[in-house]
């Protein structure tokens, strides 16, 4: 599968974006799906995954109640709603897959990465 993430730019602290991964080459409907950031410097981090039907989500503590992790599996798709951002978020935002199915924080258990796209936050 080719995970295709888009929907990155600069925003000023507080302003909103919404991350889209798009997926091609097989249906993603079966797994478990992740977003992870990296910024410059410091290690991939894990922000949010989503199970195989929607129905379960977890997130980075620094993100809960701003981020929502979403899919439409009709489209092969899934997002990564992103509000009151802040400084801190600014990092290259990767989105996974996962075979397993079930939502889980383990970069070693995501089989296929998409290429990442840049989230600029200014204060």
């Known amino acids: 599968v080719q995970l295709q993430a888009s929907g990155g730019g600069l925003v000023q602290a507080g302003g909103s974006l919404r991350l889209s991964c798009a997926a091609s080459?097989?249906?993603?409907?079966?797994?478990?799906m992740g977003w992870f950031r990296q910024a410059p410097g410091k290690e991939r981090e894990f922000v949010a995954t989503?199970?195989?039907?929607?129905?379960?989500?977890y997130y980075v503590d620094s993100v809960k109640g701003r981020f929502t992790i979403s899919r439409d599996n009709a489209k092969n798709t899934v997002y990564l709603q992103m509000d009151s951002l802040k400084p801190e978020d600014t990092a290259v935002y990767y989105c996974?897959?996962?075979?397993?199915?079930?939502?889980?924080?383990?970069?070693?258990?995501?089989?296929?990465w998409g290429q990442g796209t840049q989230v600029t936050v200014s204060s």
């Open positions: 996974a897959s996962s075979p397993l199915g079930v939502i889980t924080h383990r970069a070693y258990e995501y089989h296929y």
């Open positions: 080459g097989r249906t993603i409907s079966n797994d478990a």
């Open positions: 989503i199970n195989w039907s929607g129905g379960s989500t």
